[in-house]
């Protein structure tokens, strides 16, 4: 099982396309849940702390727990038990919820 904070380098191993945006982005963005995981679990807003260039719009070979106006912000793999944000959820700011997110992946590792 791993967690890693580049969403980028995984997406790449896996064949996912990677896209450079016109300016690094950085400071707060909503986020949009797009499925139930246990790494999202107890987040009913996630804002997080973003800072980067790169982002991936789409996955078609990973599954995408959830996505912002620019792209995909947190996947897993289908079979191996690998996730990735595109964030930093270690920021912790008033309006983050990001910081659940250690929380429940150290929770999945238990039930392991």
């Known amino acids: ?3 890693a ?4 380098l995984i997406c790449h191993s896996y064949g996912e396309k990677l896209e450079m945006l016109k300016e690094k982005r950085r400071g707060l963005r909503n986020l949009d ?4 995981d246990i790494l999202v679990e107890r987040i009913k807003k996630l804002s997080v702390f973003e800072a980067h260039r790169f982002y991936v719009k789409e996955v078609r070979n990973l599954i995408l727990l959830a996505k912002s106006k620019i792209g995909v912000e947190i996947i897993k793999h289908r079979k191996k038990l690998i996730y990735r944000v595109q964030f930093h959820p270690e920021i912790k700011m008033e309006e983050n919820q ?3 997110i250690p929380t429940n992946f150290l929770n999945l590792r ?3």
């Open 1 to 3: 099982m791993e967690f």
């Open 5 to 8: 904070l580049d969403l980028i």
């Open 33 to 36: 849940i797009i499925e139930k």
């Open 98 to 100: 990001g910081i659940q």
């Open 110 to 112: 238990k039930t392991m």
